[in-house]
């Protein structure tokens, strides 16, 4: 029997006629159904969470509804192993990344935002009125009420309680929709709701597609208050025409195409490991993950040979394997989309330093989505492959001469989530950390996140920042009340 996967409307599994198949990268075979969500489905989640604003939810106290955050943190934590197998079962990804990223990141935000919400001041003014009285102007914060969560399938539970959990501490309620490739964790964490006394809809989840589906009716209706949305730019933009029709207020965490940046005095081992894990970390698919490399000319030739090194070690294995650690792509159609880069490439004149193909295993992953990890030189700036996002474990390396040349090099794409400055010069790395157009610049690291700091791109990257107090003031609406005295 294949592993079902139903909605969750206010606190019951609904069942729905239409199914959507659910596939195991690792070998292509259907593993599970989810129960994809008609608009009557979609409607109905959506009156339970305004529904449930007005009730217990709504009148809780803010130490109970913190409680209820840890205790599903604690949950999570406690229902470790089944999370980390329905995440592997979605992904293929290594179950060591998985148990060292996906799961306990999905416990850690409930905890840190059940945090933050306790210690966020608010603003006060005192005024002059003509009366010589005065006036004291101060601000409350209010949940903004019913959220709409759309998710990606490459950080499944993490990347959707970034936004569950500080949309709950602000007192919201919510309906997400997971990716229709991901549906597991997102379904288990409704069970978890349950099991630790998450009134009936203040958590709801909506199966489905986005065009036509689930996404579309969800982002589409009345009756969402905002809307949180992490996945291409180009659903961002689809997403943004629906939601201009009711003026939903948007956070987009969107496309990237992150330049990761070593100069000739940077600690070379460490600028090759930092790079290589930016590039091939859970093969590719992280927003964060850098497919410009720019490379400072007298080191450029070693650089390259060290990356080559790194990429032909990673052992492509099976999730369980201990030493696997580049998984699948998500599905058929992401593979051959990176596949037709890879070939692109060629056609636009690439040198391909490693990979470039599909790895032959002889055995059931023959029929998985995996690819070669790649690297290619000697692209024009302007070549595609270059410019647009390919959520690949691909990499394209550039020399550079100077500073000033690698800050436009860099800067000169659409897109502005991330870049890495690797160098031994401190000044050096905060004039250029200045100089980028990203809303993440990292030194000398990669993917170290604080979760109380802002989180979001600037350009086609995305709309807004995330993280510590920038998710309460999107998550919450402040009223100004003036009480003359
Ligand atoms: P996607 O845009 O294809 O899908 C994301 C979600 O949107 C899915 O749940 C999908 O069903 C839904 N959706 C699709 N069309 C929709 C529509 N018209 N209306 C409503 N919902 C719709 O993205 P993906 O392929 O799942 O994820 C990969 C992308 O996500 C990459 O571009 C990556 O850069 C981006 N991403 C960005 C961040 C970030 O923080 N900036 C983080 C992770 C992933």
Known sequence: MPKEFKNYVNGQFVASTKKIEIINPVNGQVYGVSHEADQQIVDAAVAAAKAALKGEWGSMTLARRRELLCKLADRVDERFDEFLGAEVADTG??????????????????RVFADT????????????????????????????????????????????????APAMACGNTIVVKPS???????????????????????????HGYGPDSAGEFLTRHKDIDAITFTGETTTGKAIMRVAAENVTPLSFELGGKNPGIVFADANFD???????????????????????VYVERPIFDKFVAAMKVRAEDLNTGFPEETQTSLGPLISKEHQQKVLGYYDLAVQEGAKVVTGGG???????????????????????????????EI???????????????????ANDCVYGLM?????TDLSKAHRVGAA??????????????????PFGGVKMSGIGREGGVHSINFYSELVNICVKL
């Open 93 to 110: 990804k290594p179950y060591s990344l998985a148990r060292r990223i996906d799961i306990p990141r999905g416990a850690a935000n409930f």
């Open 117 to 164: 919400i306790a210690s966020i001041s608010t603003e006060s003014f005192q005024m002059d009125t003509p009366d010589e009285q005065g006036a004291i102007n101060y601000a409350i914060r209010k949940p903004l009420g019913v959220i709409a969560v759309v998710s990606p399938w490459n950080l499944p539970l993490l990347l959707m309680t970034w936004k569950v």
């Open 180 to 206: 229709e490739e991901t549906p597991a964790t997102t379904t288990l964490l409704a069970e978890v709701m349950g099991e630790v006394g998450i009134p009936p809809g203040v958590f709801n989840v909506v």
């Open 270 to 292: 460490d600028a090759v490991d930092g790079i290589a894990r930016a590039v091939f970390t859970n093969t590719g698919q992280v927003c964060l993950s850098t497919e410009r």
């Open 358 to 388: 599909v790895p032959e295993f002889g055995d059931e992953r023959d029929n998985g989505f995996y690819v070669q990890p790649t690297i290619w030189t000697g692209l024009a700036e302007d070549s595609r492959c270059v410019k647009e």
């Open 391 to 409: 959520f690949g474990p691909v990499c394209h390396i550039t020399p550079f001469d100077s500073e000033e040349e690698v800050v436009d090099l």
């Open 419 to 423: 870049s890495s400055t690797w160098t």
């Open 436 to 453: 980028l157009e990203c809303g993440i610049n990292y030194v000398n690291c990669w993917f170290l996140r604080d979760l109380r700091t």
